[in-house]
Protein backbone atom coordinates (compact mmCIF):
# COMPACT_ATOMS: atom_id res chain seq x y z
CA UNK A 1 0.00 0.00 0.00
CA UNK A 2 1.67 3.61 -0.71
CA UNK A 3 2.89 5.57 2.29
CA UNK A 4 0.57 8.78 2.82
CA UNK A 5 1.29 12.50 2.16
CA UNK A 6 2.58 14.33 5.23
CA UNK A 7 0.93 17.46 3.64
CA UNK A 8 -2.60 18.67 4.04
CA UNK A 9 -2.91 19.35 -0.17
CA UNK A 10 -0.75 16.36 -1.17
CA UNK A 11 -3.20 14.46 0.62
CA UNK A 12 -6.46 15.78 -1.01
CA UNK A 13 -4.28 15.13 -4.00
CA UNK A 14 -3.43 11.47 -3.21
CA UNK A 15 -7.07 10.60 -2.39
CA UNK A 16 -8.14 11.98 -5.34
CA UNK A 17 -6.04 9.85 -7.61
CA UNK A 18 -7.21 7.09 -5.68
CA UNK A 19 -10.65 7.69 -6.12
CA UNK A 20 -10.47 8.14 -10.05
CA UNK A 21 -8.48 5.14 -9.92
CA UNK A 22 -11.39 3.22 -7.83
CA UNK A 23 -13.67 4.80 -10.24
CA UNK A 24 -12.24 3.28 -13.62
CA UNK A 25 -11.72 0.17 -12.20
CA UNK A 26 -15.33 -0.04 -11.03
CA UNK A 27 -16.72 1.14 -14.86
CA UNK A 28 -14.36 -1.10 -16.07
CA UNK A 29 -16.28 -4.74 -14.22
CA UNK A 30 -17.69 -6.77 -16.75
CA UNK A 31 -20.89 -6.43 -14.39
CA UNK A 32 -20.91 -2.86 -15.30
CA UNK A 33 -20.51 -3.12 -18.51
CA UNK A 34 -23.11 -5.81 -18.96
CA UNK A 35 -25.91 -4.22 -16.95
CA UNK A 36 -25.55 -7.58 -14.45
CA UNK A 37 -26.03 -7.51 -11.25
CA UNK A 38 -23.14 -8.42 -9.39
CA UNK A 39 -24.32 -11.67 -7.71
CA UNK A 40 -23.48 -15.50 -8.24
CA UNK A 41 -26.03 -16.09 -10.64
CA UNK A 42 -25.15 -12.64 -12.29
CA UNK A 43 -20.96 -13.98 -12.85
CA UNK A 44 -22.48 -17.35 -13.98
CA UNK A 45 -23.53 -15.68 -16.62
CA UNK A 46 -21.11 -13.48 -17.81
CA UNK A 47 -19.24 -16.96 -17.62
CA UNK A 48 -21.74 -18.40 -20.10
CA UNK A 49 -22.24 -20.86 -17.33
CA UNK A 50 -25.99 -19.41 -17.27
CA UNK A 51 -26.90 -23.30 -17.62
CA UNK A 52 -24.82 -24.91 -14.77
CA UNK A 53 -27.25 -25.47 -12.33
CA UNK A 54 -30.63 -26.02 -14.01
CA UNK A 55 -29.95 -27.47 -17.82
CA UNK A 56 -32.91 -29.36 -19.11
CA UNK A 57 -32.91 -33.03 -19.91
CA UNK A 58 -33.07 -32.33 -23.40
CA UNK A 59 -30.37 -30.18 -23.42
CA UNK A 60 -27.75 -32.64 -22.05
CA UNK A 61 -25.16 -33.59 -24.16
CA UNK A 62 -24.21 -37.07 -24.72
CA UNK A 63 -20.71 -38.72 -25.60
CA UNK A 64 -20.54 -40.14 -29.07
CA UNK A 65 -20.23 -43.80 -28.07
CA UNK A 66 -23.65 -43.05 -25.58
CA UNK A 67 -25.32 -41.66 -28.88
CA UNK A 68 -24.31 -44.42 -30.97
CA UNK A 69 -25.65 -46.78 -28.16
CA UNK A 70 -28.73 -44.79 -28.43
CA UNK A 71 -29.06 -45.15 -31.94
CA UNK A 72 -28.69 -49.36 -31.97
CA UNK A 73 -31.65 -49.45 -30.19
CA UNK A 74 -34.64 -50.92 -32.41
CA UNK A 75 -38.41 -50.98 -31.42
CA UNK A 76 -39.31 -54.72 -30.77
CA UNK A 77 -42.13 -56.20 -33.84
CA UNK A 78 -44.86 -57.77 -32.44
CA UNK A 79 -48.44 -58.94 -33.89
CA UNK A 80 -51.27 -60.83 -32.44
CA UNK A 81 -54.64 -61.35 -33.97
CA UNK A 82 -57.56 -62.53 -32.20
CA UNK A 83 -61.11 -64.07 -32.53
CA UNK A 84 -63.27 -62.57 -29.70
CA UNK A 85 -66.68 -64.07 -30.72
CA UNK A 86 -68.00 -67.07 -31.72
CA UNK A 87 -67.38 -68.00 -35.47
CA UNK A 88 -66.99 -70.64 -37.69
CA UNK A 89 -63.39 -71.41 -38.79
CA UNK A 90 -62.61 -73.42 -42.12
CA UNK A 91 -60.19 -76.64 -42.03
CA UNK A 92 -57.05 -75.91 -43.77
CA UNK A 93 -57.10 -72.30 -44.30
CA UNK A 94 -56.11 -69.44 -42.97
CA UNK A 95 -57.53 -68.13 -40.08
CA UNK A 96 -59.32 -64.64 -40.54
CA UNK A 97 -58.68 -63.23 -37.15
CA UNK A 98 -60.63 -60.24 -36.52
CA UNK A 99 -59.09 -58.23 -33.48
CA UNK A 100 -55.58 -57.70 -33.98
CA UNK A 101 -52.64 -55.77 -32.18
CA UNK A 102 -50.75 -54.70 -35.20
CA UNK A 103 -48.39 -51.70 -34.74
CA UNK A 104 -46.12 -52.59 -38.06
CA UNK A 105 -49.58 -52.82 -40.63
CA UNK A 106 -48.43 -56.21 -41.50
CA UNK A 107 -51.39 -58.01 -41.74
CA UNK A 108 -53.22 -58.65 -44.79
CA UNK A 109 -56.64 -59.56 -44.20
CA UNK A 110 -57.87 -60.10 -47.63
CA UNK A 111 -55.18 -63.33 -47.64
CA UNK A 112 -55.09 -63.62 -43.80
CA UNK A 113 -51.36 -63.56 -43.09
CA UNK A 114 -49.12 -61.32 -41.17
CA UNK A 115 -45.98 -59.77 -43.53
CA UNK A 116 -42.97 -59.60 -41.64
CA UNK A 117 -41.58 -55.51 -41.65
CA UNK A 118 -38.08 -56.49 -39.72
CA UNK A 119 -35.94 -59.57 -40.28
CA UNK A 120 -34.86 -61.65 -37.33
CA UNK A 121 -35.83 -64.48 -34.66
CA UNK A 122 -39.32 -63.92 -33.77
CA UNK A 123 -41.23 -66.27 -30.59
CA UNK A 124 -44.99 -67.05 -31.90
CA UNK A 125 -47.58 -69.03 -30.27
CA UNK A 126 -51.07 -69.84 -31.82
CA UNK A 127 -53.91 -70.98 -29.42
CA UNK A 128 -57.41 -72.36 -30.61
CA UNK A 129 -60.64 -73.53 -28.06
CA UNK A 130 -64.02 -74.70 -29.61
CA UNK A 131 -67.35 -74.55 -28.34
CA UNK A 132 -69.65 -77.40 -27.11
CA UNK A 133 -69.23 -79.24 -30.00
CA UNK A 134 -66.19 -81.42 -29.10
CA UNK A 135 -64.86 -81.88 -32.55
CA UNK A 136 -62.25 -84.73 -33.17
CA UNK A 137 -58.85 -84.54 -34.78
CA UNK A 138 -58.00 -80.59 -34.35
CA UNK A 139 -54.77 -79.23 -34.90
CA UNK A 140 -52.97 -76.09 -34.72
CA UNK A 141 -50.56 -75.25 -37.46
CA UNK A 142 -48.33 -72.50 -37.76
CA UNK A 143 -47.13 -71.65 -41.83
CA UNK A 144 -44.04 -69.18 -42.50
CA UNK A 145 -44.79 -68.79 -46.56
CA UNK A 146 -47.53 -70.81 -46.83
CA UNK A 147 -45.70 -74.15 -45.17
CA UNK A 148 -46.51 -75.72 -42.19
CA UNK A 149 -43.49 -74.26 -39.99
CA UNK A 150 -44.56 -74.99 -36.37
CA UNK A 151 -46.99 -77.71 -36.08
CA UNK A 152 -48.97 -78.88 -32.16
CA UNK A 153 -50.45 -82.02 -31.23
CA UNK A 154 -54.01 -82.96 -32.01
CA UNK A 155 -56.61 -81.74 -29.31
CA UNK A 156 -59.10 -83.98 -28.18
CA UNK A 157 -62.78 -84.46 -29.41
CA UNK A 158 -64.67 -82.63 -26.05
CA UNK A 159 -67.11 -79.80 -25.57
CA UNK A 160 -64.72 -76.82 -25.18
CA UNK A 161 -61.12 -78.58 -26.16
CA UNK A 162 -58.27 -76.57 -27.63
CA UNK A 163 -54.71 -76.77 -27.52
CA UNK A 164 -52.00 -74.45 -28.17
CA UNK A 165 -48.65 -74.63 -30.79
CA UNK A 166 -45.50 -72.07 -29.69
CA UNK A 167 -42.09 -72.25 -31.36
CA UNK A 168 -39.22 -69.95 -32.93
CA UNK A 169 -39.14 -68.80 -36.35
CA UNK A 170 -36.34 -66.98 -38.12
CA UNK A 171 -38.02 -64.11 -40.35
CA UNK A 172 -36.94 -62.40 -43.22
CA UNK A 173 -38.31 -58.99 -44.61
CA UNK A 174 -41.72 -60.19 -46.21
CA UNK A 175 -41.63 -63.35 -44.86
CA UNK A 176 -45.57 -64.46 -44.33
CA UNK A 177 -46.85 -65.81 -41.14
CA UNK A 178 -50.54 -67.69 -41.04
CA UNK A 179 -52.40 -70.21 -38.62
CA UNK A 180 -54.75 -72.78 -39.76
CA UNK A 181 -56.31 -75.69 -37.79
CA UNK A 182 -56.58 -79.03 -39.50
CA UNK A 183 -60.18 -79.47 -38.75
CA UNK A 184 -63.52 -76.97 -39.12
CA UNK A 185 -64.71 -76.08 -35.96
CA UNK A 186 -66.39 -73.30 -34.01
CA UNK A 187 -64.31 -70.68 -31.49
CA UNK A 188 -65.81 -70.80 -28.13
CA UNK A 189 -65.61 -67.31 -27.09
CA UNK A 190 -65.02 -66.25 -23.68
CA UNK A 191 -64.64 -62.46 -24.28
CA UNK A 192 -62.84 -59.96 -23.29
CA UNK A 193 -60.07 -63.26 -22.48
CA UNK A 194 -58.08 -64.49 -25.74
CA UNK A 195 -58.15 -68.40 -26.38
CA UNK A 196 -58.11 -68.28 -30.28
CA UNK A 197 -54.95 -66.25 -31.29
CA UNK A 198 -51.88 -66.35 -33.11
CA UNK A 199 -48.81 -63.99 -31.50
CA UNK A 200 -45.94 -62.93 -32.25
CA UNK A 201 -42.66 -61.23 -30.69
CA UNK A 202 -39.49 -60.13 -32.36
CA UNK A 203 -36.87 -61.42 -29.56
CA UNK A 204 -33.25 -61.15 -31.73
CA UNK A 205 -32.72 -58.47 -34.60
Not at 21 to 50: C, K, M, N, W, Y
Request: glycine share 10%; proline share 4%.
Amino acid sequence: MSKLPETGSSLVGYLGRQKRSALRQAQSSPFVRSGITPTAEGAASIASLSNVDNTADSAKPVSTAQAAAILAIKPTTRFKGSLLSSVAVAGGANIAFATLDDPASGWNSTSHYWICPVAGTYVLMGSIKQNSAGVASMSINIHKNGTTAIAGPNCAAVAYGGGTATGYLRLAIGDTVSMQCGTSYTTQSDSPADNNYLELVQVQF
